[in-house]
């Protein structure tokens, strides 16, 4: 077993303004002191908060993520946001290839590809997101959806660059819907990743890599799917706005 520290990510999505997020992320950072050291926690608010809130957390261990960036390294690509920039406003992580990126902003496995491609390069940890849909599941497609959007989202990869490579399951149904898969339907599909990525990238990444459950995850829910042996953290977005409520998960042990 590689050394997979459990991660608690908040994904904010397009909620809260720059002086909503610095007020977040300082009840956050008070709640981090407190708990657990080996329990890693990330934060990913939105493009004009980040160098705010990375002010905030400075001296905290939280880790400060986007959600989103651009391939290209700059120029005439109005609206869109580059590795650099994300990196001068203090993010280690930036979320790529979230189901509401590929929902309503045409994001396709091979852009996601390039994007990861990108934020490796550039030192960013990517937190790869994937998921199946509810008409997916229900037509037992699950595993063949999922294949797809691992083998294209990391073709091109060796084990070697995929070393800080996060990866997070969503399944698409269970996002802000109250639906969670259940802690053994999760269990099922994070084994079916981790072997995925032992048959196409080898044993020591397969190992060490960690795979996020997201998906409705709560405070009433989140000690039993962290309990399962291929579960490695939590990408949360509804609960994640609260930070008292983020603060219960990430203080889950407690
Ligand atoms: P949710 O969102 O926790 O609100 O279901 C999860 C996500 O989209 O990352």
Redesign the pocket.
Known sequence: MGNRNPLIAG?WKMNKTGPESVATAKTIATLASNSPAEIEIMIAPTFTALALVAEVISSSRIFLSAQNLYWEEKGAYTGEISADMLLAAGCSHVIIG???RRLYFGETDNTINKKIKTAINAKLIPVFCIGESEEDRESGKTFSVLDKQVKKGLEGFSSTALATLIIAY?PVW????GKTASKDQAQEVHLYLRNLIDKLLGNTLANSIRILY????KPDNIKELMAMPDIDGA?????SLDPETFGKLFNYLK
Do not use: D, Y
């Open positions: 994904n979230h189901s509401e969503e269970a996002i802000g819907t997201g998906g409705s995850v990408l949360v977005g509804g609960a």
